[in-house]
């Protein structure tokens, strides 16, 4: 067994005192029903049996406990968390009465019934997601969270708007240390809803901190600067990755989007983005495009007109480049050391 596995029993063992027999025997059956994508009938049915004798002797009275307990305050907040989890979806006609049975059982401790109820909405819908999320939920409460990350992952494989779900399964991934998982469904987190920057604002604290994957990387930069076009840290760290990368010119064109896109809305592109782009331009010997941006910006420091400058005394026009560099008279020196250095060389 797995590490989490046999931490699992020996938490069982020190709330069931004198049931570590028949904890192992439980968590050995999920272990089964899960290697299986149809769950034979004789197989939930062992495990409901072992789950009531568990259920009756600890899970109810518990649960109980707890509610009329004013120090739960933990336990609360765990609850509110399951309470959010949802398939985003409209349960099929024929298992809502039964589905919705079968959550209040579960959020009022009656496990058995919950499991009893998920069981038969598998055997109406094969296909439908709330029973694996409800298996989930009661492998969640019972301290065992291999067990409700396959199941959950399950749940979100069938479920047509999983993108809490991936959520929730890189949640639990992530407290197993299952880090190359929680990349993978953060990934598919953000794939089910285009429209948010949650799941990847997260892939990219994982991918930046502990794990080192760059095809995930690129994959989060790109999407985080489509779905946030006037946003320049973005599109700075983005282009950026591609310059370093070798793909310059797709460097440059992450930076051409964005600074249309802001113009287009009447934004002032940020300084350093614009700088970005035109250095990297004048880096590729694109001179005259070096010009045409220079030309868009109404308002920016001297150092951005710089690059214009250059570009108008590599095409030989000595005139136009003095014109550029004139705000150059009006800077120490000092502090624009290297703008003054690359003026001189290309003169």
């Known amino acids: 067994m797995t590490d989490v596995y046999d931490s699992h029993i020996l938490y069982v063992n020190r709330l069931f005192v004198g049931k570590m027999e028949k904890a192992e025997e439980l968590g050995k059956d999920l272990e089964e029903i899960i290697a299986f994508e149809d769950i034979p009938d004789e197989m939930l049915n062992d495990f409901y049996e072992g789950a009531q004798d568990l259920v009756d002797t600890y899970v109810t009275p518990r649960v109980e406990a707890m509610t009329l307990s004013k120090e739960s305050e933990e336990i609360e907040q765990k609850s509110t968390r399951r309470r959010r989890r949802r398939l985003g979806e409209k ?4 298992i809502q009465g039964t589905y919705q049975r079968a959550r209040d059982a579960f959020f009022d401790g009656n496990l058995n019934l919950a499991f009893s109820l998920a069981k038969d909405i598998m055997q109406k819908c094969p296909d439908a997601a709330e029973p694996y999320n409800l298996l989930s939920m009661i492998c969640e409460d019972m301290e065992m969270p291999t067990e409700a990350l396959s199941f959950l992952v399950k749940a979100a494989e069938r479920s047509t708007d999983a993108e809490e779900l991936w959520l929730e399964s890189a949640r639990i991934a992530k407290t197993l240390n299952k880090l190359p998982s929680v990349v993978t469904y953060l990934k598919n987190a953000a ?5 948010s920057s949650e799941s990847l604002l997260e892939l990219y604290k994982l991918l930046n901190d502990d794990v080192d994957d760059n095809r995930s990387l690129s994959f989060c930069l790109s999407e985080l600067c489509k779905r946030n076009p006037l946003e320049s840290k973005w599109v700075k760290k983005y282009s950026k990755y591609q310059y370093q990368a070798g793909r310059a010119l797709d460097a440059i064109a992450i930076l051409q989007v964005y600074t249309d896109n802001a113009l287009k ?9 614009l700088n970005l782009l035109s ?5 590729e010997g694109m001179n005259q495009e070096v010009i045409d941006l220079d030309a868009k910006i109404v308002e920016a420091q001297p150092d951005f007109r710089i690059n214009a400058g250059i570009a108008y005394i590599r095409m030989k026009q000595i005139e136009e480049a003095m014109v550029k560099l004139s705000p150059l008279k009006k800077c120490d020196p000092k502090v624009f050391l290297e703008a003054f250095s690359l003026v001189t060389d290309e003169l």
């Open 91 to 94: 349960v099929p006609e024929e």
């Open 265 to 273: 809305e009447g934004v002032q592109p940020d300084q350093k983005a």
């Open 191 to 195: 794939r089910e809803n285009p429209k």
């Open 279 to 283: 250095s990297a331009l004048l880096n």
